[in-house]
Nanobody, 116 residues
Framework: QVQLVESGGGLVQAGGSLRLSCAAS????????MRWYRQAPGKQRELVAT???????DYVDSVKGRFTISRDNAKNTVYLQMNSLKPEDTAVYYC??????????WGLGTQVTVSS
């Protein structure tokens, strides 16, 4: 199983930026896909951004042009750069990794709060 630890959440004003990090316990060649999800109070968990082992990325429409997912294979870390934050981005953000052997792992999450 892959252990994941998120960091970088916090409180920011609308229009501000945050960068989330997700450190994995295994090397990049063990992980096929890494994703960021978020869950706001009273809402279902939502897929925000995806990056494959080859660097292909995808985003939910609501964050396109504002969020950027990237990965540093040397550090076994994936990032989510979040710019132009809006109050509706407030949520707990979770990192998810799909290992090459087909098992998915989750981190414990990091809180992002955007004030208006």
């Amino acid at each position: 199983q892959v252990q994941l630890v998120e960091s970088g959440g916090g409180l920011v004003q609308a229009g501000g930026s945050l960068r989330l990090s997700c450190a994995a316990s295994r090397s990049a060649d063990s992980i096929k896909i890494m994703r960021w999800y978020r869950q706001a109070p009273g809402k279902q968990r939502e897929l925000v951004a995806t990056i494959t082992s080859s660097g292909v990325t995808d985003y939910v429409d609501s964050v396109k042009g504002r969020f950027t997912i990237s990965r540093d294979n040397a550090k076994n870390t994936v990032y989510l750069q979040m710019n132009s934050l809006k109050p509706e981005d407030t949520a707990v953000y979770y990192c998810n990794a799909l290992a090459s052997w087909g098992v998915a792992s989750w981190g414990l999450g990091t809180q992002v709060t955007v004030s208006s």
